[in-house]
Nanobody, 118 residues
Framework: QVQLVESGGGLVQAGGSLRLSCAAS????????MGWFRQAPGKEREFVAV???????MYADSVKGRFTISKDNAKNTVYLQMNTLKPEDTAVYYC????????????WGQGTQVTVSS
């Protein structure tokens, strides 16, 4: 059974940093797209970043230059380093996996709360 477990969320002041981790178990995702999404209260879930199966990275415009996604295949873990955090980054952050050939993300974690105070 595939399981994604996020960690690293918390409360931080504006301008601070956090590092989120997403550990995958149940199968290896070395050739999958592994992404981060977030959902703020009252808003729809939005894309944040993805580490593609070709080892490319893509980011939402709102986080470019501040967030960095990385992946450790040996640990089956994807990370999201978040710097220069802003109050508008406050949300529940989810990691997700899109396996090869799938039209959408198939597996989702339970989410981790990130709160940025002003």
């Amino acid at each position: 059974q595939v399981q994604l477990v996020e960690s690293g969320g918390g409360l931080v002041q504006a301008g601070g940093s956090l590092r989120l981790s997403c550990a995958a178990s149940g199968r290896t995702f070395s050739n999958a797209n592994m992404g981060w999404f977030r959902q703020a209260p009252g808003k729809e879930r939005e894309f944040v970043a993805v580490f593609t199966w070709r080892d490319a990275t893509m980011y939402a415009d709102s986080v470019k230059g501040r967030f960095t996604i990385s992946k450790d295949n040996a640990k089956n873990t994807v990370y999201l380093q978040m710097n220069t955090l802003k109050p508008e980054d406050t949300a529940v952050y989810y990691c997700a996996v899109q396996i090869p050939g799938a039209p959408d993300y198939d597996y989702w974690g339970q989410g981790t709360q990130v709160t940025v105070s002003s």
